[in-house]
């Protein structure tokens, strides 16, 4: 019985440094971009200077609202697509083809993004098309449809599929039987899915710099280009900003989920 | 059983728009990749000279395909710079991914032995600094290791340095970098192993007489090897390819293949050397793609 006390010591030490050094910066992040002084390292009394600069600058602003947009459309469409091949892969038994549509659904999630970046621009530019909001959507797509439908894919796997087979018995066909009976139960799943699609969206900064076009720059291309210069408490504004604004997105997935929990069923994780 | 049957057919339907779309826009990409790698570059807009010309008939297809070089292939193979650059992308990845182990598996560990009530806290908790913006959580460190900052003023304070350390622009803070970012890739599946471990197996090594550490290399690591598997692959493969981590965080005189990729995608305008470029990063990372597609494949169906 001691060992396993003292062991759990060490447990609890480890698991406290390991949270702490993951939210740690974050937090001291946060803290600054309330900082009223110029510099960044002295603490000059709490403002909301920062927050008022960065709604009077309208290339950023602009940036803000583009990746909005795309992170919006591309989630939808993402979990939409990511949903469909889910249910393929976790119901539709074998069909031809099978192995290289979920070899191209779980590449992408480890893919270095430069290579998916680099081969989508070459695509766009083979097909003439115009670079912008459209290129960068379709590009987000293709990376997030994949996370939406492994999240799916873990949930219908852990259905109990007896209960579409009861509604199948007891006369509905499989479309009916999918639509009254598996969506609601995997509905938790997909709202997890497109909240992840939309922050992955969010945050990309390689596929979008490949893809978008000249004056239609994303928010994360313009904070990157601005941190290439420098600490700015500017940039700290809008990071805190956009981590509010996802820490709503997760607090709605996680009341979404458990709205539906409540039925008896737990909420997949992720 | 029949009723399975039935169902899978109209599931079988719903492969047909995500497929199309991901032969479309993952599939097809990657033979314009390998069309402009063998490409020649030229001044123009865009900066090479197209290969094939379906337009133009036989002859012409013929005559693209003597035009075809591995000019680029072989500038990559006998430039210092591209070979430097795999040898460091890989050396870098192999070192993160160690350093993820060490610090992720007691992390991991802790969780795993935590009462159940209290493991799905500390998961969401691993999970959630994973959804904040990647490029914020670098600059989170930005701000921590730059030359007047936290770090050095603590230091300072604490009289551990005389004069402020120089951090940014090294590899320490590239590896701070990329351990603070993959580290939740690293957590989850090992936790996911050991969550499932039943602890009666360690209890019964040490009541046997093993002292801690064997029942650790004995029961619980080889135990938890699946988990350390999905965990290596799901960091080493990115890493690999990482561009900001070492672009905003480590010196500018070793580079890694994606930064070289993208300074000749971005500054040198010459595509058909960055697809090359690409190429070649897509080889050597194959093996360890396909021993991850194979685990995931595992682990997702395990369920049915």
Redesign the interface.
């Given at each position: 019985m001691r060992?396993?006390s003292r062991?759990?010591r060490?447990?609890?030490a480890?698991?406290a440094l390991?949270?702490a050094?993951?939210?740690l910066?974050?937090l001291?992040?946060v803290i600054?971009s309330f900082n009223a002084s110029r510099l960044?390292?002295v603490w000059g009394g709490w403002s909301l200077r920062w927050y008022h600069e960065f709604f009077n600058d309208r290339a950023m602003i602009e940036a803000a609202w583009m990746s909005l947009r795309v992170a919006a459309s591309s989630a939808t469409i993402a979990t939409l697509?990511?949903t469909?091949?889910a249910?393929?892969?976790?119901?539709?038994?074998r069909?031809r083809?099978r192995t290289l549509?979920?070899?191209?659904?779980?590449?992408?999630?480890?893919?270095?993004?430069?290579?998916?970046g680099?081969?989508?621009l070459?695509?766009f530019?083979?097909l003439n098309a115009e670079r912008g909001f459209w290129t960068v959507t379709?590009?987000h797509?293709?990376l997030t449809?994949c996370f939406v439908?492994?999240v799916v894919?873990?949930r219908l796997?852990?259905l109990d599929?007896s209960l579409?087979?009861a509604a199948?018995?007891l006369g509905c066909n499989?479309?009916r039987?999918?639509v009254a009976v598996t969506l609601p139960l995997i509905a938790p799943a997909i709202v997890a899915g497109w909240m992840?699609a939309f922050?992955l969206s969010?945050?990309d900064?390689?596929i979008a710099?490949?893809t978008t076009g000249p004056g239609s720059a994303t928010l994360?291309i313009r904070?990157?280009s601005e941190?290439?210069l420098g600490?700015k408490p500017e940039?700290?504004a809008i990071?805190t900003l956009?981590?509010g604004l996802?820490a709503v997105?997760?607090v709605i997935a996680s009341l979404a989920s458990k709205l539906s929990s409540s039925q008896g069923e737990s909420a997949a994780?992720? | 059983m029949s009723?399975?049957?039935?169902?899978?057919?109209?599931?079988?339907?719903?492969?047909i728009?995500?497929?199309l779309?991901?032969?479309l826009?993952?599939?097809?990409?990657?033979a314009?990749?390998l069309k402009?790698s063998l490409s020649q570059t030229a001044i123009a807009q865009?900066p090479y000279e197209p290969v094939f010309d379906l337009t133009a008939g036989w002859e012409a297809l013929k005559a693209a395909f003597g035009a075809l070089s591995l000019d680029n292939f072989r500038l990559l193979g006998s430039d210092d710079i591209y070979v430097f650059a795999y040898v460091r992308s890989l050396t870098v990845a192999v070192t993160a991914t160690a350093l993820l182990l060490v610090?992720?598996y007691?992390?991991a560990?802790?969780?795993a032995?935590?009462p159940r009530r209290w493991q799905a806290v500390?998961?969401v908790?691993?999970?959630?600094?994973f959804?904040?913006?990647?490029?914020?959580?670098i600059?989170?460190?930005?701000?921590?290791l730059?030359h007047?900052?936290?770090l050095n003023?603590t230091l300072l304070a604490l009289h551990l340095v005389s004069q402020p350390v120089v951090w940014l622009s090294t590899d320490t803070a590239m590896y701070i970098g990329i351990v603070?970012s993959y580290?939740?890739f690293m957590?989850l599946p090992l936790y996911a192993t050991l969550a499932k471990m039943e602890p009666v197996l360690e209890?019964a090594a040490?009541d046997l007489g093993a002292p801690?550490w064997q029942v650790f290399w004995l029961v619980t690591f080889p135990l938890s090897l699946p988990g350390v598997g999905a965990g290596v692959?799901?960091c080493f493969?990115?890493i690999?390819?990482?561009?900001?981590i070492p672009d905003?965080l480590a010196g500018s005189n070793a580079l890694m293949i994606?930064q070289t990729?993208?300074l000749e995608?971005?500054t040198n305008k010459d595509?058909p050397v960055?697809?090359a470029a690409?190429i070649v990063?897509?080889v050597v990372?194959l093996v360890p793609?396909l021993l991850?597609?194979r685990l995931?494949?595992r682990q997702?169906?395990?369920?049915?």
């Amino acid at each position: 019985m001691r060992k396993i006390s003292r062991l759990s010591r060490f447990n609890v030490a480890s698991l406290a440094l390991g949270l702490a050094f993951l939210y740690l910066p974050i937090l001291i992040l946060v803290i600054y971009s309330f900082n009223a002084s110029r510099l960044v390292t002295v603490w000059g009394g709490w403002s909301l200077r920062w927050y008022h600069e960065f709604f009077n600058d309208r290339a950023m602003i602009e940036a803000a609202w583009m990746s909005l947009r795309v992170a919006a459309s591309s989630a939808t469409i993402a979990t939409l697509l990511g949903t469909l091949a889910a249910v393929a892969l976790s119901r539709g038994e074998r069909f031809r083809g099978r192995t290289l549509f979920s070899g191209m659904l779980y590449a992408p999630l480890v893919m270095p993004e430069v290579i998916t970046g680099l081969s989508l621009l070459l695509l766009f530019v083979a097909l003439n098309a115009e670079r912008g909001f459209w290129t960068v959507t379709i590009a987000h797509t293709t990376l997030t449809m994949c996370f939406v439908a492994v999240v799916v894919q873990s949930r219908l796997g852990s259905l109990d599929r007896s209960l579409e087979e009861a509604a199948m018995d007891l006369g509905c066909n499989p479309v009916r039987a999918f639509v009254a009976v598996t969506l609601p139960l995997i509905a938790p799943a997909i709202v997890a899915g497109w909240m992840l699609a939309f922050t992955l969206s969010l945050d990309d900064l390689v596929i979008a710099s490949f893809t978008t076009g000249p004056g239609s720059a994303t928010l994360p291309i313009r904070i990157y280009s601005e941190v290439r210069l420098g600490v700015k408490p500017e940039i700290n504004a809008i990071c805190t900003l956009v981590i509010g604004l996802i820490a709503v997105v997760i607090v709605i997935a996680s009341l979404a989920s458990k709205l539906s929990s409540s039925q008896g069923e737990s909420a997949a994780p992720l | 059983m029949s009723g399975r049957r039935i169902f899978a057919r109209p599931a079988r339907f719903a492969a047909i728009a995500p497929y199309l779309w991901m032969v479309l826009f993952f599939l097809v990409p990657f033979a314009f990749v390998l069309k402009i790698s063998l490409s020649q570059t030229a001044i123009a807009q865009p900066p090479y000279e197209p290969v094939f010309d379906l337009t133009a008939g036989w002859e012409a297809l013929k005559a693209a395909f003597g035009a075809l070089s591995l000019d680029n292939f072989r500038l990559l193979g006998s430039d210092d710079i591209y070979v430097f650059a795999y040898v460091r992308s890989l050396t870098v990845a192999v070192t993160a991914t160690a350093l993820l182990l060490v610090i992720g598996y007691p992390i991991a560990y802790g969780m795993a032995r935590l009462p159940r009530r209290w493991q799905a806290v500390a998961m969401v908790l691993v999970i959630v600094p994973f959804w904040t913006s990647f490029l914020i959580r670098i600059y989170a460190w930005i701000n921590i290791l730059q030359h007047d900052g936290l770090l050095n003023q603590t230091l300072l304070a604490l009289h551990l340095v005389s004069q402020p350390v120089v951090w940014l622009s090294t590899d320490t803070a590239m590896y701070i970098g990329i351990v603070y970012s993959y580290l939740p890739f690293m957590i989850l599946p090992l936790y996911a192993t050991l969550a499932k471990m039943e602890p009666v197996l360690e209890e019964a090594a040490s009541d046997l007489g093993a002292p801690p550490w064997q029942v650790f290399w004995l029961v619980t690591f080889p135990l938890s090897l699946p988990g350390v598997g999905a965990g290596v692959l799901l960091c080493f493969i990115p890493i690999v390819g990482e561009f900001v981590i070492p672009d905003l965080l480590a010196g500018s005189n070793a580079l890694m293949i994606g930064q070289t990729l993208w300074l000749e995608f971005f500054t040198n305008k010459d595509w058909p050397v960055a697809s090359a470029a690409a190429i070649v990063l897509l080889v050597v990372l194959l093996v360890p793609l396909l021993l991850y597609e194979r685990l995931q494949k595992r682990q997702l169906e395990q369920g049915r």
